[in-house]
């Protein structure tokens, strides 16, 4: 039945006060060949009923080991961390507008700014965008006002094809231009020009790249800081345990840092929603897009949480704002400060470091499969990509009919990659147990072809 809390009467008086004859007439703005019926539903089932068909659908499925990734990954979650963010405080609030009566939003939303400068070594962290390509994107467009006389971004071809789709929607229309730098076939890392671009503002830094391999970052960088370029490093929040931070590269550091978020914390969901992530230089802020929570104290001297900076259309600058983005993903980010809260400066550390690990072993157990090889000699951190004899995706489909998600054929995120490469990742789920059953049964589907 509708959830309509008013009767027949009521509305009929609501009508006549608005001078309107019928509910339909709220809508007269609509041209007729846009109006639909009311979609027919089919009838409902009880609570009872839904809970029985989904339990048995459920019987029917193992555990399913997972060794997908291409950007997003199946990491340990504690229980706490939703237990917390699912809280009506967190779940339900709104923006934090009104700073008296968001002060707990608030410096929830500043201890994570207070993170991801301590991961990435930045000065000045955002209160998070949409997703890290939508973040990447705004990246471009800072850098661009930072340098206005240039029109252009050097897009490394290791940048996740996604990512790069939305670098293609979204820059062009503002007369921005992508050069793509190619990738060493043989490292699969990032080949520099011998020159740098005159009309460039700056270069995009992915650490890790598409294939799973870590980039020469520090020579990247003082290629970049030599011929005046800003330095966009593109990073793995998790990785950055382990890993240089961006804000140590080169000479200078990066001058802008961005990221997926959602290793921290949030878990595999259909493609989102996500967080992303955009950290920068102090010099830089005022080129920040999206919110800023500062610290302050009140004027009775106690602390005090605030946004500031806001340079959101819908405020003060209106038609000079830095970016139409006109939120942030709260509930995301919270579960983020809560994980990282959690598992600490050690348990992130560890939690890397048995992903790496873990990648090292199955990569070593893989090579050793007749057939199979390793197309690229770079380091990785979780994930690689290997080489079949076979059709990398019919292949993934056999042995998900095993329970295993072997991973992402290369051609699914890039249609001109070499459709027998698959991308394989691990994270601190994936056990020994969970490594020797996937090359088991990868040889075994090899050895029958």
């Known amino acids: 039945m509708p959830y309509i809390p008013h009767d027949a009467a009521e509305t009929a008086a609501m009508l006549e006060a608005i001078g309107a004859q019928q509910l339909a007439d709220l809508f007269d703005e609509i041209p007729e060949s846009l109006q639909n019926e009311t979609v027919a539903l089919p009838e409902g089932c009880s609570e009872a009923s839904l809970r029985r068909l989904l339990e048995g659908r459920a019987a029917e499925q193992g555990p399913l080991r997972c060794f997908a990734g291409a950007g997003v990954y199946a990491q340990h979650i504690p229980s706490i961390v939703w237990e917390i963010a699912r809280r009506g405080e967190f779940y339900s609030a709104y923006t934090p ?37 939508t973040a990447l994107a705004e990246a471009c467009l800072m850098a661009l006002r930072l340098r206005p006389q240039a029109r252009e971004i050097l897009v490394p071809e290791g940048l996740w094809p996604h990512w790069r789709a939305v670098l293609e929607s ?20 990032l080949l520099l020009p011998e020159e740098g671009l005159s009309h460039a503002a700056a270069l995009i830094i992915p650490q890790i790249n598409r294939y799973g391999l870590l980039e020469e970052v520090d020579t990247l960088a003082r290629w970049a800081e030599a011929r005046g370029l800003l330095r966009i490093a593109v990073v793995n929040p998790l990785a950055l345990a382990l890993l240089k931070a961006p804000g140590d590269w080169g000479e200078e550091g990066a001058d802008i840092a961005v990221g997926e978020g959602q290793p921290l914390g949030v878990p595999l969901s259909a493609g989102g929603p996500y967080f992303g992530f955009l950290t920068c230089k102090r010099d830089t802020v005022r ?31 209106r038609a000079g704002a830095t970016s139409n983005i006109c939120t942030n993903q709260g509930l995301l980010v919270t579960a983020a400060t809560i994980h990282l809260a959690t598992l600490g400066a050690a348990g992130l550390r560890a939690a890397a470091a048995r992903s790496h690990q873990q990648a090292q072993r199955l990569r070593a157990l893989l090579q050793d499969i007749p057939g199979v090889v390793l197309p690229y000699s770079g380091a990785v951190f979780n994930e690689f990509v290997v080489r079949l004899p076979c059709p990398a995706a019919g292949l993934r489909d056999a042995l998900l009919d095993q329970d295993i998600l072997a991973g992402v054929p290369l051609v699914e995120l890039e249609p001109g990659a070499n459709p027998h490469d698959l991308l394989v990742a691990t994270t601190e789920l994936s056990e020994d147990e969970d ?15």
């Open 170 to 189: 979204l820059l062009p229309l503002q007369g921005i231009r992508l050069h793509t730098l190619p990738q060493d076939p043989q490292t699969g890392q």
């Open 435 to 449: 490594l020797a059953a996937y090359a088991t049964a990868l040889a075994r589907l090899l050895g029958e072809i």
């Open 97 to 133: 507008y009104q700073a008296e009566a968001s002060q707990g939003t608030l410096q929830l939303l500043y201890e994570f700014q207070s993170f991801m400068n301590r991961l990435t070594a930045m000065a000045v962290s955002n209160a998070s965008l949409y997703d890290g390509a």
């Open 287 to 317: 080129q920040l897009p999206g919110r800023l929570v500062a610290k302050t104290v009140d004027a009775e001297g106690k602390v005090a949480y605030c946004l500031t900076l806001q340079a959101r259309e819908q405020h003060i600058r």
